[in-house]
């Protein structure tokens, strides 16, 4: 793609994705919502993040991997108990990473 | 750690006290953001050099982190370069980022008393990783201040992003393919995931946005994520509709 070509992506993203992120805060605010739809919206979080930890944890290279050498499983699963447990951010990572680089090291 | 005990509830502060307080949520941001920086900047790092092994010049590497400021997004972008017209590249970015407007969605209460000089930067940096951060600071009760936080995790974010990028595309082709670290972010999110639950509709909706976005995990342009995620909020809704339906009930009878 020539330099232009770029540019013009670069800025059609950029507007494209500014408008979505505006999009309820600026210009269709959550309070004309109807109140069902409106108390829904604590429950965004939780089923993004959801969305997001799935597929990396089960299909970490594109295929469901429910076996022991999916070291991200198993290292997502460590993090899910110290988290259920401690709910503490920093332990959940350090014991996430260091399941995961133990297994890395030694699981092979 | 994300407390529910913030300082800043008086109301008869000073001016200079406001400032203080201010200054204090958005730093209290900037410090929450920083475990997710340990999965960001290995990102930031790989697109820059990534950017460049496109054939893009290293402004219009810098340009998409600066102006676009989509992870993902800005991948997919870079991979389409070769061989896409740029109308369809753009349309895909659309797609990918329409996750972003359940953001903007869930903030939009707690920032329509404020002018537009807030609303467009809170907007410019609503991301995945600021968005999860944040929302568990309106889970607090003195929310008079947490536009200030929202702001401090957004930036922090940004700037992390910013310099990671411009680090990628220095070291360029030096940048090791892999750190180990791919696996941080998804464990942050975890830890994330916990805290924002705080019921058993909760607990659905993020069971069945997991399942949900397995079982959609061909699709492409992200649509599986964005799918998942409006089926566990509305399953979410559901449950809580029927708890209180049978809350009534009791109460009724």
Redesign the interface.
């Known amino acids: 793609m020539n330099a232009s070509g770029v540019w013009l992506v670069i800025l059609g993203g950029m507007l494209v994705t500014f408008l979505i992120r505006f999009s309820f805060i600026g210009l269709l605010p959550a309070d004309r919502l109807p109140s069902l739809v409106r108390s829904g919206l604590r429950f965004v979080a939780p089923a993004v993040l959801a969305a997001i930890i799935a597929p990396a944890l089960l299909l970490p290279a594109g295929v469901l991997d429910l076996s022991l050498s999916n070291f991200q499983l198993l290292a997502g699963l460590a993090a899910l108990a110290v988290a259920v447990r401690f709910r503490n951010l920093w332990l959940t990572i350090a014991v996430g990473l260091a399941v995961f680089w133990m297994l890395s090291a030694f699981g092979r | ?2 407390r529910a005990d913030e300082p800043g509830s008086a109301a008869n502060e000073t001016p200079s006290d406001e400032r203080g307080a201010a200054v204090r949520q958005v730093l209290a941001g900037g410090r ?1 953001q920083l ?1 997710l920086l ?1 999965g960001v900047i290995p990102f930031g790092l790989i697109f820059g050099a990534l950017a460049l092994q496109a054939g ?2 290293p402004a ?1 590497a810098q ?2 982190s600066l ?4 992870g993902s ?1 800005q991948f997919i ?1 870079v991979g389409m ?2 061989n896409a017209p ?2 369809l ?2 349309a895909t ?2 797609i990918v ?13 707690h ?2 008393h404020l002018p ?1 000089r807030w ?2 930067p ?3 940096l ?1 991301t ?1 990783e600021a ?2 951060v944040a ?2 600071r309106y889970r607090q009760a003195d929310l008079r201040l947490a536009h200030w936080y929202t702001l401090g995790t957004g930036l922090t974010l940004w700037i992390a992003w910013q310099l990671s990028t411009a680090l990628g595309i220095l070291l360029g082709a030096r940048v090791p393919e892999s750190w ?2 791919e ?15 705080s019921d058993k ?3 659905a ?10 079982v959609l ?1 061909g699709l492409p342009y992200r649509l ?2 964005v799918s ?7 399953v ?2 559901a449950y ?2 029927r708890r209180t339906a049978r809350a009534n009930e009791r109460d009724g009878a």
């Open positions: 750690m994300i929450d475990p340990l893009l010049p219009a340009a998409f102006l676009i400021f989509a997004a972008a370069l070769a740029a109308m590249i753009i970015i659309f980022n329409l996750r972003h407007a359940l953001y903007s969605a869930s903030l939009s209460p920032v329509s537009l609303k467009v809170l907007a410019w609503l995945d968005f999860a929302a568990l180990g670290l696996v941080a972010l998804p464990l942050t999110f975890i830890a994330l995931l916990i805290l924002s639950i509709p909760g607990v909706a993020a069971i069945c946005a997991g399942a949900t976005a397995v995990n599986g994520l998942a995620a409006v089926l566990g909020v509305a979410g809704i809580q509709a």
